[in-house]
């Protein structure tokens, strides 16, 4: 076993995932590289300290420099605000440090565009945090994908809601402005990942992208609640993707179905350790969606549970992408998602936006 150093930028909701996760991938996966915490970043003093000592890191900074300037860390988690991503992975990448970042990988297509240069050039690992397509679940409906058991895809279904907004009289706060902050940049970057991943590249759409609640205790909301958007993909396939940070009722809102020429499949996070599979190659009286639970069988479940149908949660999908980046680090090599992968969605976040402005239909190619 070898040790390497970890760096996270960001000691918020997503910096304390990422170091428990880092703290917990080497014995759940018996990894080869062996991560030890080295120094993690927040924007006080006192959070920095308390971060470091709740997490076990060896030393805290404010200076989100100090982390890809220290000899001692080989890779940089960034999970700070959209904003700083590009300043911070091009410095990193100049320092020679694998990097890790949070979705959406830039706060426009031009930093993610500069950000995937910079990181192909150093040669470097570079990875885009997609957590929610890494489920056994997930991974196990791109596996029956691939393999034809639903035949040619004619047509995808998505949605990212959740309703942690839907109350106006909630007050205003920093979800609420800063365009990367709303919907498009915070829920939608992760359905259009797992409508590319499970069904390829999208070639046109039209959107409408709106504010439900334009006033709150507080001040104005300048950014956006909810969006749908209309697309065709590369494969000829229709689609329809929705996201809201409004929804009433839904807590965890990840879903889709997809029709195929020989079945369909559908999956929803609120209930992420199941997979429904219909086929027409059953017998008529018995046709009908099959519930499938996962278990060890399906792709980086073992590693948490010998027993199906126990399940997995939230936090292990973290702990897949930290074992999914070690990995590519030990190997030399990039695993999916990238930041090639974090930059297409940009592309496909940018395109909505331009779409639903104009009231078009518009070709991913022009972004």
Wanted: glycine share 10%.
């Amino acid at each position: 076993m070898s040790r390497l150093g970890i760096g996270i930028i960001g000691g918020g909701y997503m910096g304390k995932a990422h170091a428990a996760a880092y703290g917990s991938v080497g014995t759940l996966f018996e990894t080869t590289l062996r991560p030890e915490l080295e120094m993690v970043c927040a924007t006080s003093i006192s959070s920095a300290e308390k971060y470091q000592k709740n997490y076990g890191f060896k030393s805290a900074t404010t200076d989100w420099k100090e982390v890809v300037n220290n000899p001692n860390i080989d890779a940089v988690v960034i999970a700070s605000p959209q904003s700083t991503h590009c300043e911070i992975a091009l410095a990193a990448f100049k320092n020679r440090k694998h990097v890790f970042c949070e979705k959406p990988l830039g706060a426009s297509v031009e930093e993610s565009r500069t950000m995937l240069t910079a990181a192909e050039a150093s040669g470097m690992v570079h990875m885009t945090g997609f957590n929610y397509i890494r489920t056994p679940a997930s991974q196990y409906a791109r596996q029956l994908i691939v393999e034809g058991r639903i035949g040619d895809i004619t047509w995808f279904r998505g949605e990212h809601t959740e309703d942690f907004l839907a109350d106006p009289s909630i007050p205003t706060n920093w979800r609420t402005t800063g365009k990367s902050n709303g919907t498009m940049g915070d829920l939608a970057p992760h359905m259009i990942n797992a409508a590319r991943a499970l069904v390829g590249p999208i070639s046109s759409l039209t959107a409408c992208v709106e504010t439900v609640h334009a006033n709150r205790p507080g001040g104005k909301v300048t950014n956006d609640d909810q969006a749908q958007m209309m697309c065709k993909f590369e494969n000829g396939a229709q689609g329809h993707l929705f996201f809201s940070r409004v929804a009433t009722g839904r807590k965890m809102g990840y879903a889709y179905e997809i029709h195929g020429t020989k079945g369909s499949i559908k999956f929803d996070q609120e209930d992420q350790n199941a997979l429904h599979l219909y086929t027409i190659d059953s017998v008529e009286k018995e046709r009908g969606f099959k519930k499938i639970l996962t278990g060890p069988a399906h792709p980086d479940y073992k590693a948490f549970c010998q027993g199906p149908g126990h399940g997995t949660g939230y936090q292990d999908q973290i702990i897949i992408e930290a074992n999914d980046f070690l990995r590519a680090i030990h190997e030399g090599r990039n695993i999916w998602p990238t930041f090639s992968e974090g930059m297409e969605v940009n592309r496909v976040v940018s395109a909505a936006l331009d779409s639903s402005e104009k009231n078009i239909w518009v070709k991913i190619a022009d972004y």
